[in-house]
């Protein structure tokens, strides 16, 4: 159960869409990934978080998910998506804005099927952390970020973040957050205010670095391999 000084949302909905069709990984969702399909990696993740509520498909691939033995369930709904948010140019904040209007909650859990590694364990602490900034009234949002602290330059090689002629360990440069787009929690309220995901008043939360990968290229999907044998190796040990 996640653990947080204050009690949870009455209810707590994941959403996951889903598209039959991807450009830069063809039929990435459904593709064999170290033994299923890609995405019962974190819909079995998710189903695991014992305080999320419902789970909720919105998808354009009802047929590939039968295919591959997944139907509704009493935790799991899927949605058809509608076709005018269908194809790869619709933004995501539209596919949400459909589920956060038709599925009411009392906080909404965002993530992907390109992010097969994130564990439990952080959904459940984020989700602690954020229910306790949420109670002291000073976030709307999270969202998952990777802490950066290296050298940056621009493209004319000019440096960003940093003094060439002067040296500093990277340990010591201003950290930068990159968001990974693994997980997001909001509210009706919060998604109303900015059509997005992303809160006026959001925080961010550090996820681990191995499961922080997000599958959007080829090499995308090779490094998650590696990674999901070396998280697998490291579990037996």
Known sequence: MIESTNSKPNKIVALLPMKANSVRVKGKNFRDFCGKP??????DTLLAVEDIDQIIINTDARNKLAENG??????????DRKPEICGDHVSMNLVLADDVANVPADLYLMTHT??????????????????????ANVVDSLFTVDKVQTRFYRADCSPVNHDPDN?????????WFEENSNLYLFTAESFTKTCARIGSKPMMFESPFFESVDIDTPEDWDFAVVAARFLQERSKG
């Open 38 to 43: 890609l995405f019962r990696w974190i819909l």
């Open 70 to 79: 997944l139907t509704a369930t009493d935790r799991i709904t899927i949605r």
């Open 114 to 135: 390109t992010n097969p590694l994130m564990s439990v364990n952080t959904i459940r602490n984020a989700i602690a952390a954020f229910v306790d900034a949420q109670a």
């Open 167 to 175: 040296l500093i360990p990277t340990q010591e440069l201003e950290p």
